[in-house]
């Protein structure tokens, strides 16, 4: 009985000085601290980890955002730019027809090319002047393009605020001409596209030896349609067959009919110190 309470008595001691001793060899309190503080580093670096994710998806999505601000915005600026280029070219256009129409010797009405009527009978152009402006059927048209004062047709049908042009190209299109060095006379006609050369008609045959490529051809005056004197185009291509009275050529219309734009309408009176010829 006494060994039983001997053994007791050493268990508690035991005990007792494991809990109370800190210099033990087992440290409980420091594993449990260090266990501790394993955890608590192993939750921040998680956290940590989410945290920066979290807000680098946020500035990346900040950055994208800016991104499309600044592309919308650099392409805003392009087409201002784009803009203001189309206003001088415009600009410089419209100074070149005013300065043109200050030269010219014929009564004159400016007008815009606003349309084409490919399925009218005369291929037909259309422009923003009509009767209200004082156009009539048959009043020839011309236009300033490359430093040139050339044909471009005549009204066919004025409306009351636009009208309906024939181009030089309309194969119902005829055109009283002369070449300009030689004097010699002829038709210029229109073969029906503006891609291919008018054809200058019923020339006289001995001027075969005085046509040389690239002679100007104008508007003879005959007929009271045309005035005289306005370019049609140049020649590119010289006919003649021995057994026929006459020859052809053909030429390039002095106009780009696919850059026109802007024309003048004119009527056939000129100019003079007391004002207009005509007008009594």
Known sequence: M??????????????????????????????????????????HLVASFF??????????????REYAELTDRITRYEQLERNA????????????????SETLVYRHVPAELIGRDPDNLFSALVINKGKYHGLANNMPVIAFQNGIQALVGKIVQAGQFESLVMPLYDTSSYVSSRLSDSRYEGIV????????????????????????????????????????????????????EEYETSMEVELE??????????????ETEKKNEAGWEGDG
């Open 189 to 240: 006609e229109g073969q029906g596209s503006s891609d291919m050369p008018l054809i200058m008609r019923f020339i006289r045959k001995r001027a075969r030896d005085e046509i040389s490529f690239g002679d100007l051809i104008t508007s003879s005056g005959i007929g009271g349609v045309f005035p005289p004197g306005i370019t049609i185009g140049r020649v590119s291509e010289i006919h003649y």
């Open 85 to 100: 280029a189309e206003i001088r070219q415009e600009n410089n256009r419209l100074r070149e027809q005013l300065g043109f």
């Open 51 to 64: 945290s920066q994710t979290v807000l680098s998806i946020q500035e990346l999505a900040s950055l994208r």
């Open 253 to 266: 219309p002095a106009i780009d009919f696919s850059r026109l734009e802007y024309v003048f309408v004119i």
């Open 2 to 43: 006494e060994s039983y309470v001997f053994i007791v008595l050493g268990l508690v001691s035991f005990s007792v000085l494991l809990v109370s001793t800190r210099s033990f060899v087992i440290d409980f309190q420091g594993i449990g601290l260090s266990a501790f503080s394993g955890v608590r580093g192993g939750v």
